[in-house]
């Protein structure tokens, strides 16, 4: 997870493009993971994961009205070049074959991942709209994961199998 974002200077306008960009990236992600469970015939992560796509399109929605209502059509300064894996789970944790729970226990880790940079940014705030702001995402992020955890508890736990062990091995052309 990274920024190039100057915390100091942010202004309320440039957070909240921030947060739309950090959502946007997320949602994409997610969508990269469901095409791939599809692909890959995993269909209970693919649902999964195309849940968080609704989840994180939802919050990019909620916080664009947001900005609409206060900044109307000024443009945005703040760049999706400015943000790398805010919110957006690690690449390197799906595999082709991954269950429901697999898939939930990586949006969890994505869930606190964004907590930890919201709440990591926030001493470093000097305007208090921006700090309130942030305070609120940092929530919203605590809320998230515990809707994530209720949601595993519902799962059996997983047999315990490597899915690697599923995935057939290259053949000679």
Known sequence: MSTKVDFSKLNL?????????????AKERYSEFFDQMILHHTLEAAQFFGA???NEARHEEELAARRGTLFHNEPRVVKRSMLWDVEAPDYDQTRAFMSARQAMEVALQAEIKAHDFFAEAIPHLHDPQVRTLFEELRAEE??????????????????GLDPEAFVDEPTAQ
């Open 13 to 25: 306008k440039d957070a909240l493009d921030l947060a739309i960009l950090i959502e946007e990236e």
């Open 52 to 54: 968080m796509i609704g």
């Open 142 to 159: 605590l809320t998230h994961q515990d809707l994530v955890r209720k949601e595993l508890a519902k799962l059996p736990l997983d047999p």
